[in-house]
């Protein structure tokens, strides 16, 4: 039974503890901390079956009985955590991003080497059913060589201001998820970016800096193109879709809903809406992706996302942004750390 840690108790956190306790087989959550862990929260834990809680999170980092740690904290701590972490010689899961700041990604890497912890990135919509179903029609053949991608990813209301202000912006904060989407289902790098954006959704958006709607195209190593579209506000719901076309024919996923049920009537024909936002549309992943990383613990085995894995969106959205701003293609080959 492998004995996890899990640093921040937010909403990720929770997520986390909830779906451990519940859906991971050979794990129990022992620990878990928060710097501003509360009452409330103790009497969470506790309901759970977690036995150990803390305001601090080096009361996990020295306990010998843990083997593993989530990293679930702020965006803005995540590095520093996992450096800590790995010089404890804990295995590491790390939400995304690993950093905003690609020489603390750096730091990150170059504590792992020589190290025998593993350490993966939390890119949950990997574990996604839909988009492991594009991802393994694309590898046996199925579509032939992939020519175009397309993704649409558009959240069901914009996030506050006070929030987009500390964000990192839509390109780190949103489409992140995107640029790894794009990687995963290809299995090829980007080596060119454009970005077009704009405050559509909430003109205060533009006046703290950021956008909230975006269409970026890319060019990948495979020669392929592919297409991402962004908003932070989609009326009907959460709405994420993929579609890998190729030269054998092609592949597309739609959304999740609540049932598949068609109403045809004389007034028209009627579906349910998408699921409303990523905890309704990915629980199910955050179970799988601490499942695999359990594994990889248990077995020795590689983890599925890697630092590797963390670094590339974090460059990809890098260029974006410097697209975004400079009016022209940027080359990943610009964007060094």
């Known amino acids: 039974m492998l004995n996890i840690g899990i640093i921040g108790a937010g909403r990720i956190g929770k997520v986390h503890a909830q779906s451990i306790t519940f859906h991971v087989k050979n794990a129990q959550v022992a620990a878990i901390a928060d710097p501003f862990m509360n009452d409330e929260t103790k009497a969470w834990a506790e309901g759970l079956g977690i036995p150990k809680v803390s305001s601090d999170y080096h009361d996990i980092l020295n306990d010998p009985a843990i083997d593993a740690v989530l990293i679930c904290s702020s965006t803005n701590t995540h590095a520093d955590i996992a450096i800590e972490a790995i010089h404890a010689g804990k295995n590491v899961f790390c939400e995304k991003p690993v950093s905003q700041d690609l020489s603390k990604i750096k730091e990150v890497m170059e504590a792992l080497k020589g190290s025998n912890v593993k350490f993966q990135v939390g890119f949950n919509r ?9 991802k393994q029609n694309v590898a ?29 912006g839509m390109f780190l904060d949103m489409t992140i998820h995107d640029f790894d989407m794009v990687r995963y289902l290809t299995g090829s790098e980007v080596t060119e970016v454009s970005a077009y954006g704009a ?5 205060q958006i533009a006046e703290v800096g950021d956008i909230d709607t975006a269409v970026i195209t890319m060019k990948l190593a495979n020669g392929a193109i592919a297409v991402i579209d962004n908003s932070r506000r989609a009326a009907y719901g959460y709405d994420q879709r993929a579609e890998v076309f190729g030269s054998k024919g092609q592949v597309a996923v739609s959304n999740d809903t609540s049932s598949t049920a068609v109403v045809s009537t004389e007034n028209g024909v009627t579906a349910e809406k998408p699921l409303y936002f990523f905890l309704e549309r990915y629980m199910e992943s955050f179970s799988r992706e601490v499942s695999e990383f359990v594994d990889a613990v248990s077995n020795n085995t590689a983890v599925p996302v890697d630092i590797n894995d963390g670094l590339q969106p974090v460059l990809i959205a890098k260029a974006a942004k410097k697209s975004l701003d400079e009016h022209r293609p940027v080359k990943l080959e610009e964007i060094t750390f």
Request: no cysteine; aromatic share 6%.
């Open 126 to 134: 990997r574990f996604d059913h839909n988009f492991r179903a594009v």
């Open 140 to 168: 046996d053949g199925n579509i032939g060589d992939v020519h175009i991608v397309k993704i649409t990813s558009r959240d069901p209301d914009a996030p506050s201001l006070d929030y987009v202000k500390v964000s990192g």
């Open 199 to 203: 405050a559509l959704v909430n003109p």
